[in-house]
């Protein structure tokens, strides 16, 4: 069982422009959504997180849209350059839990000049 | 610098060779992590450890085990590997394990490149 199904599986996006990832979740009792970005060769790191009990997050040019009722959230990358190339994953945690992070299957984005 | 490393970064091997990939953190974190990446597949946790001697299995724990005798290291062995064990494996850790104590970034070691022939 996929519990955190993330969209699209691979992006990509003209320099300038922006990028957008989608992610879902099935699990209510999930209340974190950290958004891990790793470039090739790498480990993944943490990009941006929220929790539930706000709507949206803003950190640059990174932002994190959160709908609690439709159980989705989705990541917005604005003015988008060939450095943001990367793969992101989003994922999802319980605080109440053993701090372990279920992860979407990550999005391969590539931003061309 | 914190960090938390893996070795080696690149291993090939033949079925059933037992061996071992480490991993060490120098940030005095709990909670450590074993992961699998495979293409279209993402990150599936194989076990964790939320403190010395306390280990748990993940979502794809067959085929692999752990110990955790030292706050530090976390080594993943593969008493008999298969090709399907072929992957790229991550080792992360976070500061605190239990609830209550906030939320936590996990910290991710460089990979380990593992091919089973």
């Known amino acids: 069982q996929q519990q955190v199904k993330q969209s699209p599986q691979s992006l990509i996006v003209q320099k300038g422009g922006i990028s957008i990832i989608n992610c879902a979740y099935e699990?209510?009792?999930?209340?974190?959504f950290p958004w891990y970005q790793q470039f090739p060769g790498k480990g993944p790191a943490l990009l941006i997180a929220?929790?539930?009990?706000?709507s949206e997050k803003k950190e640059g040019r990174f932002t994190i849209s959160f709908n609690k009722s439709a159980k989705q959230f989705s990541l917005h990358i604005m003015d988008s350059q060939p450095g943001d190339s990367a793969t992101y994953f989003c994922a999802a945690s319980r605080r109440a839990g053993s701090y372990q992070l279920t992860f979407g299957k990550g999005t391969k984005l590539s931003v061309i000049p | 610098e914190a960090q938390v490393t893996q070795n080696p970064r690149y291993l090939i091997t033949v079925t059933g060779k037992k061996l071992t990939v480490t991993c060490s953190q120098n940030m005095n974190h709990e909670y450590m992590s074993w992961y699998r990446q495979d293409p279209g597949l993402g990150l599936r946790q194989i076990y964790y450890?939320?403190?010395?001697?306390?280990?748990d299995k993940g979502d794809v724990p067959e085929g692999y085990k752990v110990s955790r005798k030292e706050k530090r290291n976390f080594p993943l062995i593969l008493e008999s590997p298969s090709p399907n064990q072929t992957s790229l494996y991550f080792c992360?850790?976070?500061?605190?394990?239990?609830?209550?104590?906030?939320?936590?970034?996990?910290?991710f070691g460089p990979g380990t490149r593992l091919t089973v022939l």
């Open positions: 992360a850790s976070s500061p605190q394990a239990f609830p209550g104590q906030g939320y936590n970034e996990q910290f």
């Open positions: 699990n209510t009792a999930f209340d974190y």
């Open positions: 929220i929790r539930p009990d706000v």
């Open positions: 450890s939320m403190n010395v001697e306390v280990t």
